[in-house]
């Protein structure tokens, strides 16, 4: 039966998001992982990178190039970005790929350049690819051969924001994004800002006005609102392994209230399997979603007239990375859009 | 499809533990939860109690004598020792009952009286409990109708102890126990000494010589070796919300090696799917099995001669107890032992 | 010498300030403690209570009404709000007083009503209370003989805010304050809420729109700004013991730019001891004040035109309450301001 | 009057002990910093490299040969192992030198080569060097010109074991030293083994029957009991930032009790500022030392006969280093032993 099964290759799989996408896959029936690639830990184990895995039948990591990928038919890259763009570019075109890097997120060339600091390397694969954030592209995403997979601050940012804005409902002048974010969204890189001693029992914000998930949520944003849109975003890194908090503050839009609001989220996501706008007064809180593919919006009013707060979490590892990989490389491939995500929340 | 599910009633289902079996059972085909119960809860919906499951589909929490015992085929016994004995015994005779209490683990019901403070309530049942470490005693817990579920230090600590006693390996006189343990053992109730600012940052050691799963890891000890054995068995509090680490000092018995202690247990635990021996050199660590039914174990020299260390660690919200009592409840209904089981680990 | 000490008594030293009261006094060459009550704790010593205070000599906790005023000077209040008036309209007119409650600091008894549920029950005794946040109320603290101490967040929150709308630098009608706290907070009293694993490894929001500390933000912003304010103050629980972080956005008044912001601060704070303005591009971080008396502040351009964004940090038990009740004190005693509170922050 | 200050270098400030020494000494009214070293980090300001103290008025930090030594009176050594101990012998001989690397603390040197892997450089140093365990050497220590800093593990096993061997209470046979380690032990450097994330939420064994602190701990044992003595010691990586607590399993003499053990310590340390032993049945806790140069040592009865068991905890950063370090200086240079040590700890 395993015969049957799609195979998936992971590149970079000895980082965070590469170890996610393993702990999903092997709880899902329709996907079998022939290789795994890493850079400075080749010819390790998955086991040996991460225990935890040790129990699973893995293949060895390789080199990337080692792969033989005539007998891939799924990619799933967690490349460092500046890289990805011609490693993909040079894969045989039967292969369908989701990228976790920020290569191929932004639209415009140009800004990717001025935000990566290098032109872009495969501007013409930059045209084929599609955004990946599941619920709000999910045609485009099903025909497509590459996806590029949305970030996880973006990903916490625009399933709120993206409806609003596109329904009027809120003043695109004036989004404000804090956002809390656990320590593995930096990576499992050795750094001395991420040592347990230095981030335990405290909080500051980060990347003030110059992080670059800040153009990739401008872009959807945009998008939703039909003209160009600027934020305040804010990260906060914070002492949780996982999760974001995006405390969001909005301006209403002339005659909105804010129960139109949460009334416009709560039927933009309805049938959705891994969004849920709370009910009025629930607040959501980042362990309400660890290890799972959910996303929870609350939405409540402000004391100040005319404004609104919208906090929404994720788990940066799923829901923000791995987790919404494997959802939109379901759809690419015609599987159930939850197969291997059905897994709950972990909590406490 | 799922008129044919087995109907389980959760008894208890406002703790960490109740809350642990609906996760796991949530993405076990073999059963349907039918009823939860709950004591100060009652009336108020799982999703309330435990936000990280509001989007399960569950029944409201009743009093656990509003339950229509006709209707339900298996029970998991969540309740306080001391209330749980009588309330089993008056269950109708049809139903499975694995019990997470204590209530039902010491044979000797002198020795339950000695460290619980009261009679035993219920001493014919008693006799028939089956104790439910399940790879130690799975033909018996097959053929249970009423399973104790073991407690999370005894499962860390017998795992690897038991088949060395019985092969004659170590000294049964010279056995210490130092665990360490996450929070969630000492379950939800509000209580200073388990606040957020009272733990986090520090460790400390509790229950000295007074711990009530020192009866119970001697109850298996003394099966084990033949003979009554009394350990040094000292838990200790540490800023986690999961897991237990138990390090074990034991002296070889005359003529036995350290690797002669690793090769039993790996013989052992060879075909087992949660018990893994890891190989020389390699250290278990409780991250390696967050959210699993694993259990992980180290065989290490030590520097004095004659003596060896044994590391040993589990989740103990699942193999040290919802997962193993769902473990258990497989094997008495004849479903695959690890089915709801298979989630890998949760890391970081 | 000791007999010329002051003589300090701390009602409702059971509690996390009450501890942080006598660490700082101990260290303190000016006061000496004569007596320290407790309502559940009566009898029992304070190293008791608080294990790492049991080095010190001090005198055991009695009921509030069991000491003798008449040995006592100075008085430190921390006693729960709604009880605090009564017994500080009782005490005898000679003693000095510092309130760490709430009960105080509202000068207006009708919002203090509205807020707190019940009828201000001290209104003649409010009218004198001077309001000690001290770096922008000293003389009028030299001068009290009832101080009401700010609360941890409006600490925060006004340090910055207040002399940037004194100067008209912000526009007053659009202040969002996104405070991130840790557990301390919220007291030592037996919350399942407040649980270690409740709280560990994740984040939320709480008391949106309707945190009490927002009517004691917006009196000192009005005062400020010369007219009413209101703003969005939203409180976040997170994973650390101690410290408070505040990011402010805000919106500059016309022709004001971000560093016209930074320089009015560094003028404003620049003999300060325990207020430190940050360089350009230097951000902020809670434990870099833990346990001193520091506030930081930071100030930042925002990519919206027009806004900036402010962050303010300080240790929630020290600055944010029982540091800068002694700092009150040492001001209300002729003392000097620092006198007590040298220490520099722990880290890590 | 700060001319009349002993002026004190700190080389390798640029790590934690450094650090800490410069909180400790800015509290300290006998010493001033006049010199700081670094080696990645030359030029940079302590500051910038710890912000938490960059509101002291302190030297830029410098390379180890650029300190003009005829200025120093005192120097405090936190370099690396290795290439310390060539540092220290080029040094002036008029310098008091206290070295917190393991360079000088075991006085053979053949167990020093056996266990660092290299020959060591400065053997009539090591005969001259004496090890400062300040409470049991504190006559040495007042003569030294060159005081071996105690390893952190070694002060927090040696304080309870030296004088209960000493008075022949227990069987040097048979000691096993079960030790658990906040992560600031393992310095500054950036290494994956202490990221947040690999380190959050878990604990492991790690270095069993291989540390080096196991000689040095034996080293004092072995002159305690007047023979050769070897101790299991299992070393525990665990998320708490500091402290470090030993539990320690003891086998009694004949005819020794447990209340014997306590009563022998207790009078060991009855005039003491710095360790106290814990009357029976309290507990110690590593966050009841927090940034204190206290240690706390409780003795507890086993339930095997024959048996007892020790806690020992202390802030691995102060009485485990910089503090002890202090402490040692002090005495070299007749000032009070505790001064600059009298803060209490930081809980929460």
Known sequence: MSQNKIRAAILGASGYTGAELVRLLA????FRIVA???DRKVGQTMGTVFPHLAGLDLPAMVGVDQVDYADVDAVFCGLPHGTTQEIIAGLPPHLKVVDLSADFRLA??????????????????????????????????????LVANPGCYPTS?????????????????????????????????????NLYTEVAGGIHAYG????????????GLSA????????????????????????????????????DL???????????????????????????????????IGVFADRVPGRGIICSVIDNLVKGASGQAVQNMNLMFGLAETAGLEQQPLFP
């Open 262 to 296: 949460r009334g416009e989220l709560s039927r933009r996501y309805a049938g959705e399997a891994f969004v849920r706008v709370l009910p009025e007064g629930v607040v959501p809180a980042t362990r309400h979603v660890t290890g799972s593919n959910h996303c929870l």
């Open 224 to 259: 939703a609102a039909g003209r160009p849109v600027v934020v305040n975003f804010t990260p906060h890194l914070m002492p949780m392994s996982r999760g974001i908090l995006s405390t969001i503050y909005v301006r209403l839009a002339a005659g909105a209230a804010v129960a």
């Open 108 to 145: 415009d060339t140009a800004t990717y350049a001025q935000w990566y600091g290098h032109e872009h390397k495969a501007p013409a694969l930059q045209r084929e690819a599609v955004y990946g954030l599941t619920e709000l592209a999910r045609d485009a995403v099903r025909k497509a051969r």
């Open 27 to 30: 709880g899902h029936g329709g």
């Open 157 to 193: 940012a625009q399933l709120p924001l993206v409806p609003l804005l596109r329904a009027g409902l809120i003043d695109a002048n004036d989004i404000i994004i804090d956002a809390k974010s656990g320590v593995s969204g930096a990576g499992r890189a050795a750094k001395e800002a």
């Open 36 to 38: 795994l690639t890493a």
């Open 208 to 219: 003030i006005a110059s992080h670059r998930h800040a153009p990739e949520i401008e872009q």
